[in-house]
């Protein structure tokens, strides 16, 4: 958004010229900013969204799995911060509303098979794309992407163990409904960083873009 480049501009402005940077270190401040504040706009519509579904939890869990993956893992983003908040907010918010509704449901056995799946695909795409980068922000060293690639593969090992010690000792309803809604939310970002994934923030961008049209008429 032009506001949110626009504020961290000023930000970064006015800290340059009270602490004395140099252009290069205003340039820095300035980028952090606009992470910040991107972060914190993205991340306040997604959750004022699930609170008022009255799915907050769920769209958390859904949220903090996605993200704890991503920053290792890499995969396709959507062209502008509103683009991928309002993308985001719609895939999270029906990630979660499918594990409120039915992840009380399903048994401990489906639940350790749909685990079980998860960690097999995961494996298999991290092997294949991790870490999935893009034209703006490429991964060149091959120490690095060795690095962010074994990381995934913790993370995955680490989020499995977890994952299992709820399903067999967690025995609540809602338990199992977080656990389906971390494994809708690590086979969302998996997907995210195979070319499907790419082509799919593509389509969805057309999408958005053509429901806004149809809305300006």
Request: glycine share 8%; proline share 3%.
């Amino acid at each position: 958004m032009a506001e949110v480049r626009d504020a961290a501009a000023g930000v970064a402005r006015y800290l340059g010229k009270e602490l004395q940077l140099d252009v290069k270190d205003t340039d820095t401040v300035r980028f952090g900013v606009e992470i910040f504040l991107d972060f914190f706009i993205s991340f306040g519509f997604i959750f004022g969204v699930a609170w008022g579904l009255g799915i907050l939890p769920y769209v958390l869990t859904v949220w903090l799995t996605i993200n704890g993956l991503r920053i290792i893992s890499g995969g396709a983003h959507a062209s502008s911060l509103f683009r991928c908040t309002m993308i985001g907010t719609v895939i999270l918010s029906c990630i979660g509303e499918l594990s409120f509704r039915f992840g009380p449901l399903i048994s401990q056995e489906l639940l350790l098979s749909l685990l079980a799946f998860s960690v097999v695909v995961s494996v298999y795409a991290v092997y294949k794309w991790a870490p999935a980068d893009t034209p703006a922000k490429p991964v060149v060293s091959a120490v690095k992407r060795a690095r962010f690639r074994r990381l995934s593969y913790i993370f995955i090992a680490a989020w499995a163990v977890v994952m299992s010690g709820l399903i067999f000792w967690g025995e609540s309803p809602m338990i199992f409904a977080l656990v389906v809604a971390s494994i809708g939310g690590v086979l969302r970002q998996i997907f995210s960083i195979t070319p499907a994934g790419y082509r799919f923030i593509v389509v969805m961008e057309r999408l958005f873009d053509s429901a806004v049209f149809f809305l300006k008429q």
